[in-house]
């Protein structure tokens, strides 16, 4: 299967795909032979995402794929909200990029006050705006102009993950980095969602 995807790459001329870690993971375990066996040079934008990369893994495929790797980070209920590609990844490994397209990302502490840069604690996410309304299912909608916690953060969502924040003063960006050091509660209990009757529009936050 992982030999059959470089076929259709070549084939097909491919430009864009999407995979998961343990797909990068698969591909990278072909022999060296098979891998030089097929042109996939016509590939400009290989994204990854669903699941952090191991280091090592990333490394290896950023030697195989170049400039072509991009790593996203989001959920379900946001799509995506950070992008990295692999140039800045190499200069900060670890880290998942920053958020675009009128995403936004705090980093607060249990009582939601909003920490600085250099923390390490709860993450809550803007939506992009392209990103369409949802409700959990078998949850009240939240209250106008509020998120689904009741606080007055309208369009914003909590996620699972404790990332670390750190600021490049000489790029003026911010870029998350994913740690896996405990956990934060995603409330409301239900998992899962019903989107609204909108479809996103298609996003180009990966175009460059």
């Known amino acids: 299967m992982c030999e059959q995807f ?3 790459v070549q ?8 995979v998961v870690p343990t797909m990068l993971s698969r591909l990278l375990s072909l022999p060296p032979e098979t891998r030089s066996r097929y042109d996939i040079s016509s590939l400009t934008h290989l994204i990854h995402s669903a699941a952090p990369c191991p280091p090592a893994v990333k490394r290896a495929a950023i ?4 400039p072509a790797l991009w790593e996203l980070y989001g959920c379900s209920e946001s799509g995506p909200i950070t992008s990295i590609n692999a140039t800045d990844w190499l200069e900060h490994p670890g880290y998942v990029g920053s958020p675009s397209h009128g995403a936004a990302v705090v980093i607060a502490a249990d009582d939601d006050t909003e920490l600085p840069a250099g923390q390490t604690a709860c993450v809550f996410i803007k939506r992009a705006d392209y990103w369409p309304d949802f409700i959990y299912l078998n949850q009240p909608p939240p209250a106008p102009g509020h998120d689904h916690r009741g606080r007055p953060r309208p ?11 750190r600021r490049h003063h000489h790029r003026r960006r911010e870029h998350l980095r994913r740690r896996n050091q405990g956990r934060c509660q995603r409330p409301p209990p239900g998992r899962r969602m019903s989107r609204s009757s909108e479809s996103p529009t298609p996003a180009t936050w990966a175009s460059g």
């Open 6 to 8: 470089l076929k259709l």
């Open 11 to 18: 084939l097909r001329r491919i430009q864009h795909a999407k």
């Open 63 to 66: 030697d195989w794929f170049g």
């Open 155 to 165: 369009r914003w969502v909590p996620l699972p993950d404790r990332p670390h924040r």
